[in-house]
């Protein structure tokens, strides 16, 4: 099976050959794919993210441990409640195995042999799990200051381990280098990655009994939860399986805001920051490359940003963390956000968002928050 990579901004076509990163125009690229998807196909097949098989574009050979079907559980926050997606629980502890595993799929498909990736944590140890579990090697790029949890996984499922020294954008740089001779398995620019995070939207829905929730409430450091979200919900109302696309908020640090900053002065692409330390981590990327697609999909959606500070971070950690949730600080976040979105918000209103990471890939962090509890 093929499919073409398009250009939404200039339009132009490409063949996958799974090394082309950027159309020639230097925007990012998506994949040409319409599903032949229908509710009534999942009747009797197991409960994970396969079940929705005639949405993904790859065959019956997938990699796979069982991965998605994760609990969509309310919780309650300052009396309103959320239903709060379970994807610490993926095999590597954090939704980005959504991607890794539709993404090590297709290139396993194309025959490769080895990949290369970068990442400041989660995404390297989803990509160097399903790189093992394919049989792939994998070399992984990491900022030096990455945390030992992390580093610890990527080198236990056989991942060669590249320490870089510098900024996140010194990292991004050697991993581009490398995969000059080999296959970028991306999570931020390739659009297979955007193809596995969109059952996230196929769940929910399901779970919701082929609803759309009026607001889902996602992490924007990259945005590979939230396009896939966007994505997902997109090809179900287009379909006419869901009503609506959910108003998407967008939760970005005050300390690293890029895309909030844009946002609020109506600009289509990310503005310069100069972002500063923050516990969450996972969402601090300051030059997001899919920043105008993240800005285009919070504004078609009729959604907006929210903006969090360190002090609403460690008070949702704490608050989680006493409910019996042991999550990422960056998961925080996004439930700090939630929790500022739903102050607001009409009574009733079904709101969804998600604990993006485990807890335990970021214990040593947690144990210095611990002490502001
Ligand atoms: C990757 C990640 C995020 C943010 O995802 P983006 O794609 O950068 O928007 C949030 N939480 C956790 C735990 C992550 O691993
Ligand atoms: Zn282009």
Redesign the pocket.
Known sequence: MTYSLCCPRCGKDYEDDGRRLRCECGGTLDLRFEPSFEPGMTVGRLYDLWRYREALPVGDDVVTMGEGWTPLLPVTFDGRQLLVKQ??LFPS????DRGAAVLMTHLRELGVKRVVED?????GC?VAAYAARAGIACDIYVPEDTSLAKTAQIEAYGATLHRVPGTREDTARAALEAAVTCVYAS??YSPWFLQG?KTFAYEVAEQLGWTAPETLV??????????GAYLGFTELARAGIVSHVPRIIAVQAVACAPLAAAFADRLDEPVEVQGSHTA?E??A?AT?ARGSQ?LAAVRASGGSFVTVSEQEIVASLRDCCLGGWF??P??A??IAGARRFARTAALGETIVT?F???GL?AAAKIAELVELF
Request: charged letters at 10%; proline letters at 5%.
């Open positions: 994807e610490q502890g954090s939704y980005k990442s400041s944590g989660n995404a989803a999570h931020v995070t996602l992490p924007a450091g990259n945005g590979t939860l939230l396009l969450a996972g969402i990327s997001p993240v999550i990422e960056t998961s976040a996004v998600a993006t990471g485990h890939k």
